[in-house]
């Protein structure tokens, strides 16, 4: 199981120690320093089954810098899995990827409905 994620995120935090507390495995990946790769994003995102849109960290600052509450809806597709490839900071976090699904973002629910028979507590 790959757990992308940002280490001063407050929700990647919470999302590592919801994973700890359940004794799941898994191996973390530093979405700054080791960003998605083009192939990855488009991998997770037709995996994952959300809209496009789920992939973008809405609230970061650079992608307000970048005015892309404007621009997204013109772009493709694929332009769009191209600028996240560029930058970890445009990409929504926590992510959590395994042979079964893709996570976007940390909810609690969410994440124990799919991680149940993964669940040792």
């Not at 490839?85 to 959590?96: D, E």
Request: glycine letters at 4%; a negative charge.
């Amino acid at each position: 199981m790959l757990f992308v994620q940002y280490p001063k995120c407050s929700t990647c935090q919470k999302a590592g120690k919801w994973l700890d507390a359940h004794n799941i495995p898994y191996t973390v990946r530093h979405i700054a320093e080791n960003n998605p790769t083009y192939d990855e994003l488009k991998q997770w995102y037709e995996k994952s089954g959300l809209p496009l849109k789920r992939f973008f960290n809405t609230s970061g600052l650079l992608y307000k810098d970048m005015q892309l509450k404007e621009k997204l809806p013109e772009m493709t597709e694929d332009e769009q899995l191209k600028l996240l490839a560029t930058n970890g900071m445009l990409v929504k976090r926590p992510i959590l990827v395994d042979d079964a699904a893709v996570l976007v973002g940390f909810r609690e629910a969410e994440w124990a409905e799919h991680m149940a028979e993964h669940i040792k507590d």
